[in-house]
């Protein structure tokens, strides 16, 4: 399996909070979370984590509200999600480059309405 295999996504009202995460075969990347909102044509990045875990990057969109976090001990990154708005409504996706190409997960939905 060289995919990474996502979980966690489900109904929230606004203002609730989602952890989701993400196995992956392999610790020595970069990871990094996507989310594709309904009716959007791209994905957007929405986090980023080194691959030891020491350098993150988040969305202006996410900033203060989105944690991304890995255990390398269990190959699984997290993306915890608080204060989520109606706006944060979308599939998100796990996601890693190597020099093969792009890998991606089949995505998890997160919906968040009242």
């Known amino acids: 399996q060289v995919q990474p295999v996502e979980s966690g996504g489900g109904w929230v009202p606004p203002g609730g909070s989602l952890r989701l995460s993400c196995v992956v075969f392999?610790?020595?990347?970069?990871m990094n979370w996507y989310r594709q909102a309904p009716g959007k044509q791209h994905r957007e990045l929405v986090a980023h984590i080194s691959r030891d875990g020491s350098s993150t990057d988040y969305a202006e969109s996410v900033k203060g509200r989105f944690t991304i976090s890995r255990d390398n001990g269990k190959k699984t990154v997290y993306l915890q999600m608080n204060n989520l708005k109606p706006e944060d409504t979308a599939v998100y996706y796990c996601h890693f480059r190597n020099i093969d190409g792009h890998y991606w997960g089949q995505g998890t939905q997160v919906t968040v309405s009242s």
């Open positions: 392999s610790n020595i990347f970069d």
